[in-house]
């Protein structure tokens, strides 16, 4: 779902990030991924959303985050959208 | 320690001698991944994520100096701190160090290499006296005698137990037969002692200096002493000969008269 939403601009990585925020990825990221995280970083010059999940793809965001997270990411996108009636 | 690492890193980072990427070509993203607490990759992150620009700056700003130390193992930062301390001081720094970390081993060996030069002579050649400065620092038992003269006016200061010796055990003959014993016990009490015997009561050297102690220190107890005049007599008898006077030394009783 992550992945779709992404690839259909339900919702742009930064609306990822608003819901996986850094205390989340902290939190739940395993070690090396942090550290992958922050060499991308480094690397570019800068951390963006975008090389954020270029680092963290969907597949391990929703392997390591909370469902509830990325599950409230996917419905502010419908909300946004006009789907969900609430 | 780890004080120390922050000093050390502060200073540098704020002289300008270390920079912060320096630090992070050891403290790499690895090393924080494997040490940082996940509030501090939490608030990093977020700093990151909201900066225009990440850089080594922006991650020990963030972090900072103290959390660095604190949570990162002392190798890497000291490998920082010796990098750095190597670039600053150039090819004095590399050699420095293994001159400094050798010789300090080496440190004991050679100021005992440059002191046993000159020691060995003079203690040789002062090697042969040292037997005849033993024999007059030894001479107690060598020439007991001068030494024991010599040493007389020390030994002033026992008298004070000689009498309880010489009326309890009788140890001032035996020193008089035994001239190894000491000064003390045959300079006061056997010369005049032996002399006395002209009054048959040689026995009371010690009973002079004895009763005379009794004397001044009971003079209140006069009729405890007239109650033990009947036994006086018994103790001339005892007195008269030598036997008695051994047993008398010997028998607590006797003292106490």
């Given at each position: ?68 997270v ?16 609430s | ?22 630090l ?39 972090l900072?100096?103290s ?8 190798a ?8 750095v301390?190597?670039r600053?001081l ?41 037997p ?38 009788g140890?001032g ?30 026995v ?22 007239n ?16 036997e ?14």
């Open positions: 779902m992550m992945e779709s939403g992404l690839e259909h601009s339900i919702f742009q990585p930064s609306d990822v990030l608003a819901h996986a925020t850094p205390d989340v990825l902290a939190t739940h990221l395993p070690p090396e991924l942090l550290s992958k995280v922050l060499q991308a970083s480094l690397a570019s010059g800068s951390m963006t959303p975008d090389r954020v999940l270029e680092t963290v793809t969907p597949d391990l965001l929703a392997k390591h985050l909370p469902h509830d990325l599950w409230a990411c996917i419905a502010a996108a419908a909300a946004r959208s006009g789907v969900s009636t | 320690m780890k004080a120390f690492f922050v000093d050390a890193l502060t200073s540098a980072l704020d002289l300008g001698i270390a920079t912060p990427e320096d992070l070509r050891h403290v790499t993203p690895d090393v924080l991944a494997a040490n940082l607490p996940r509030p501090l990759w939490a608030r990093l992150l977020t700093a990151c994520v909201g900066a225009s620009r990440v850089d080594a700056q922006l991650v020990v700003e963030t900072g100096v959390n660095l130390c604190e949570h990162m193992p002392a890497v930062i000291w490998s920082c701190v010796a990098e301390g190597q600053s150039g090819d004095a720094a590399t050699a420095a160090p293994a001159i400094v970390t050798r010789p300090a081993a080496k440190a004991a060996a050679t100021p005992l290499s440059i002191t046993s030069p000159p020691a060995p002579d003079p203690v040789k050649t002062p090697a042969s006296p040292p005849a400065v033993r024999g007059p620092s030894i001479p107690a038992p060598g020439t007991s005698s001068d030494t024991d003269e010599d040493r007389a006016p020390l030994r002033a200061r026992t008298p004070t137990r000689q009498p309880f010796r010489a009326t309890s055990t140890i003959r035996l020193a008089n037969t035994t001239s190894s014993r000491r000064p003390q016990a045959q300079a006061p009490a056997p010369a005049p002692v032996t002399l006395d015997p002209t009054t048959e009561r040689p009371r050297r010690g009973e002079t200096v004895v009763e005379a102690e009794v004397e001044v220190e009971t003079p209140a107890r006069e009729d405890w002493r109650a033990l005049a009947v036994e006086d007599e018994q103790l001339v008898d005892w007195s008269s000969s030598e008695t006077l051994t047993a008398a030394g010997d028998d607590p009783t006797f003292r106490k008269r």
